[in-house]
């Protein structure tokens, strides 16, 4: 691209962003606080006539501008192979790097590659696109409408949709103005210039962790001119864990300055995502949370660590969070409580309502799968992404060996009786390297994904622990030992990875020990109970997962390469 076009490519983009209202995180000045006049009033145009709309977004890419032709190249710190997307979509950070003779990302500018949401993105750009083995008429009228469809839920047509589907509730009258959009449902919100007013909050007296009653006339908004019509019309999906109504249903246009030391207590100018998180003791559903924040930033443009990651609960009770080391890949600071703003005004510049972990048709959890499809790359990405800012590496594929995990339960239920013997006959196998784990709170989080990265086949229970699959490389199998009658749960999570599943095929060959009732149905059920497995079977199985392993394109190119490298 020439000099010149790489310019236009840059004004398109800033203008883009200045109408979406996405922060760079960059402030108009040092101190963050817009310039004002020695009244503390910003400055409006000569006749005194705030500006009109097209006005503020020509000042405002005007002062984009001066502001990135001024950057140096700051590194963002990504996965390898994400850098030629994140160039596409940041044409100014390009540029920095063109001109940056220290910028070890050259050789990724200008490839044209593209994540898939952007305008006018083709397959061949993307980092991958959806295969399906078998065509399912309910879902597509061919094969190739069902990927497209897969595509659309399960990938980055997901942020796609996200993406178009943003809509502007409360406007902005200048440049100093406040902002509000969210998509439908307000499952995902973006605010500028936002107040919210703690002092009603009073968690230290509270149980609920998402109580949205607290806010009082005056203490939810922005100044800008609101559609409220508009923004109470999207309630249908108002639930705790499903949209943000709850809360932003009260906002309102105020007539106040914000952020301004007489209208605020606290004054963040640092780029802050809101979150309310699911169970942090489950790896699953924790994970979902993980997730959600990863599409958030897509929707958002930005993979900055340097944010606030607030945790939005109302409650004075503390979280267990087992996970919370997958933090580092997201922010560079503490986790913010809701609760340390008890009692304060606090105005943010640049609040992100992140999307949730249990929405309705959402990503991960509820998520209406197009079966025998696979190959997310969104959920690679976010894999990727994970494994690269916890600097998880990666120290195979071993010569004329396959590494095998096998995850041990010592829990209630669901624990393996015959597990020595397993064990025993695997290791017999001459071409396996077995290790047998147990994932608890005495393994650091970073080093259990540190050994399910290095693990190409991973063996366990139906249990949370199998959402370690993620992080198994891409030649990778996760054998789940019994799906416990839930078959989809991990099959599912094993297809969006893009990873090889395999379980058990026939119940004649196992047998249940230390069989409960379930709690609610009070009756018996198969995850209530313990089990044995034939080991003749179960090594007739992991022999099919070897053979996937060896005979992966990946595994292939990865033998070569630490071949030449010896």
């Not at 916890?390 to 829990?411: A, E």
């Not at 209530?528 to 090594?539: H, P, T």
Request: aromatic residues 10%; proline residues 4%.
């Amino acid at each position: 691209m020439t000099t010149m076009g790489m310019r236009r490519t840059l004004l398109l983009h800033l203008f883009i962003n200045v109408i979406v209202l996405v922060s760079s995180g960059v402030d108009t000045n040092v101190d963050g606080i817009p310039h004002t006049s020695q009244d503390g009033i910003p400055h409006t145009s000569q006749d005194g006539i705030p500006h009109t709309s097209q006005d503020i977004l020509k000042q405002q890419l005007d002062n984009s501008v001066n502001i990135k032709n001024d950057l140096k190249f700051i590194e963002p710190n990504l996965h390898p192979e994400h850098y030629p997307y994140y160039f596409t979509n940041h044409p100014a950070d390009a540029q920095a790097c063109q001109g940056n003779v220290s910028c070890p990302h050259k050789d990724t500018l200008n490839t044209g590659k593209c994540w898939g949401y952007e305008a006018d993105c083709t397959n061949d750009r993307m980092p991958a696109y959806p295969v399906c083995d078998r065509f399912h008429e309910a879902w597509a009228k061919s094969i190739e409408k069902q990927a497209d469809k897969f595509f659309e839920i399960a990938d980055f047509g997901y942020v796609r949709e996200m993406r178009r589907g943003m809509q502007t509730f409360c406007t902005p009258q200048n440049q100093y103005g406040s902002s509000l959009e969210c998509t439908e449902f307000l499952r995902h919100c973006r605010a500028h210039n936002v107040l919210l007013d703690f002092s009603n909050l009073n968690s230290a007296n509270s149980r609920e962790r998402f109580r949205s009653d607290f806010f009082k006339p005056g203490q939810l908004g922005g100044n800008c001119q609101l559609d409220k019509e508009k923004l109470l019309a999207e309630s249908a999906h108002r639930s705790e864990l499903q949209s943000w109504y709850g809360e932003l249903h009260v906002y309102e246009s105020l007539d106040l300055q914000i952020p301004h030391p007489q209208n605020c207590d606290i004054i963040i100018h640092k780029p802050t995502y809101l979150i309310k998180l699911d169970a942090g003791i489950n790896m699953y559903h924790h994970f979902c949370d993980f997730v959600n924040i990863y599409i958030s930033q897509h929707i958002n443009n930005s993979f900055s660590s340097d944010v606030n990651i607030v945790m939005w609960d109302t409650s004075g009770l503390s979280y267990g969070d087992y996970f919370k080391a997958t933090w580092q890949a997201f922010t560079d600071y503490p986790i913010i409580s809701l609760k340390t703003w008890d009692g304060k005004k606090v105005c943010i510049k640049e609040a992100v309502f992140t999307l949730l972990p249990r929405m309705q048709r959402g990503f991960f959890y509820n998520m209406p799968l197009v079966p025998d499809c696979h190959n997310s790359g969104l959920m690679r990405a976010f894999s990727q992404h994970v494994i690269h800012r916890l600097g998880l590496k990666q120290d195979g594929p071993k010569k004329g060996k396959v590494r095998v995990t096998l995850l041990s339960r010592n829990t209630k239920h669901r624990n393996i009786v015959n597990q020595d013997e397993l064990v025993a006959a695997m290791r017999k196998e001459k071409d396996v390297i077995v290790n047998v784990v147990a994932y608890n709170r005495d393994i650091h989080f970073v080093e259990q994904l540190k050994n399910t990265h290095n693990s190409d086949i991973f063996i366990g229970m139906h249990g949370a622990g199998l959402t370690h699959l993620l992080f198994q490389p891409d030649w990778g199998v996760i054998f789940e030992l019994y799906n416990t009658e839930d078959p989809r749960c991990y099959k599912d999570l094993a297809s969006l990875r893009g990873i090889k599943y395999i379980t058990w095929e026939r119940t004649s060959k196992l047998a249940r020990h230390n069989e409960v009732n379930h709690p609610s149905l009070n009756k018996p059920h198969a995850k209530f109970a313990d089990y044995s497995f034939e080991v003749k079977e179960f090594i007739r199985i992991l022999k099919k997962g070897i053979y996937h392993v060896k005979n992966h394109p990946k595994f292939k190119e990865m033998r070569r390469q630490i071949k030449d490298e010896l």
